[in-house]
């Protein structure tokens, strides 16, 4: 036996406990398991695709999981009556089966409706006595070119996306904020951050959507209460005639939902964030805002026209790296504080 295999030895003796687990597999890359015993879990849409992901990982880890899904059709349209209760029913089927000591509990409301989500809320309280966790994952499409969009397909992505996302983050806060815990997730897209051809609706809310978590992780900072926003790309029902199928075994919802998870952890110290998943994939986006330009040069009254034309491939271009310091700007004191150093150097006369 050569010395580094000896030594390699009296270090697992010495460490013998931790070994025991490493081999156990209670012991990851030498930390704890994440773990969510004692604490509850509303996961809106878990039904299906992403939710469902979500619910069997928070489930396998100890936490007590509703499962929301009002069982519609992609667009949004309720399935059959016989059909009502499956979809949320045949996973608190799954998760019983695959983890018998799991507590979970089928909720069938749709989430853009008031009574709805506040009755979700007040039936997680009955059963469970609190809820530490929310995740804001139900959605619908009806995609369609803005110039044939109806109101009625505007209003029912509006109302499951955006306004289903405060109606569960507003009958859940005052519990947050009494218990003085809490971790909230939205879901975005891509669709919202860059916009797609027929999902102004979509689009409209996915990226409303970042504006309410992020207002949520500033008001939720002085209760403890983190607020995060994910950009997922997974093979799902809803994406089953976009994502052709040599893609779809790379982008298994399943892979996505470490990501929603760990932001749910106490461990996670993240908040106000918008974190991608796109398969194995993981990444960070923020804002950017260029360099700019002060226009000094104008009268007393108004901003010169003829000045502003001229300094427009600067104002929307300019992102070169001298200035990069720009693209650090992560909150709107800081953008503020920015904007009053522009203001300080060029003085007006
Ligand atoms: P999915 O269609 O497989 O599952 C969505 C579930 O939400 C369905 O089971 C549906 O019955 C449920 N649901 C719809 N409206 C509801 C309501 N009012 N109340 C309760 N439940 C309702 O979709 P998927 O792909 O799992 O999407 C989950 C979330 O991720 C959605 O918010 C979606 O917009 C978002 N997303 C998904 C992407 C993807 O690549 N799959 C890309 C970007 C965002």
């Known amino acids: 036996m050569n010395s580094l295999s000896s030594s390699l030895i009296r270090f697992l003796i ?20 994440i773990r969510f015993d004692g604490q509850t879990a509303i996961v809106t849409g878990a039904g299906r695709g992403l939710g469902k992901e979500y619910a069997l990982l928070l489930a396998s880890r100890g936490a007590n999981v509703v499962i929301n899904d009002y069982n519609g059709s992609r667009s949004g349209e309720v399935l059959g009556a016989g059909d009502l209760e499956n979809a949320a029913n045949l996973v608190v089927e799954e998760i019983c089966r695959l983890y018998p000591q799991a507590n979970v509990m089928a909720d069938y409301s749709s989430v853009s409706d008031e009574a709805g989500a506040r009755g979700l809320v007040d039936k997680t309280m009955k ?12 959605g619908i499409l009806r995609d369609k070119s803005f110039a044939k969009m109806t109101i009625e397909d505007w209003d029912l992505v509006n109302g499951v996306h955006l306004r289903g996302s405060f ?13 003085k815990y809490g971790k909230i997730v939205m879901t975005s897209s891509t669709s919202g951050l860059y916009g797609n051809f027929g999902q102004a609706n979509y689009a409209a809310a996915k990226m409303g959507l970042i504006g309410l978590s992020n207002t949520l992780a500033i008001e939720g900072k002085s209760s403890n209460i983190s607020c995060n926003t994910i950009v997922p790309m997974a093979a799902s029902r809803m994406t089953q005639d976009i ?15 470490p990501l929603v998870v760990y932001l749910c952890h106490a461990n ?3 908040s106000g964030s918008v974190i991608e998943a796109a398969g194995r994939w993981f990444g960070r986006h923020r804002l950017q805002r260029s360099a700019g330009s002060y226009l000094s040069e104008a009268g007393d009254r108004e901003t010169s026209l003829e000045q502003l034309a001229a300094s427009w491939q600067e104002i929307c271009s300019d992102f070169s790296s001298k200035k990069t310091t720009q693209a650090a700007i992560e909150t709107f004191h800081e953008h503020l504080g920015e904007l009053m150093s522009v203001f300080e150097k060029n003085r007006d006369q």
């Open 14 to 33: 010495r460490n013998l406990r931790t070994t025991k687990r490493l081999i156990s597999g209670t012991v990851s890359q030498g930390s704890e398991k």
């Open 127 to 138: 059963r469970f006595n609190s809820v530490q966790i929310l995740i804001n994952n139900a």
């Open 167 to 179: 109606l569960m983050s507003h009958f859940c806060w005052p519990i947050m904020r009494a218990q």
């Open 268 to 270: 996670c110290q993240t």
């Open 243 to 257: 994502i052709p199928e040599e893609l779809a075994r790379r982008l298994k919802p399943a892979y996505v939902a």
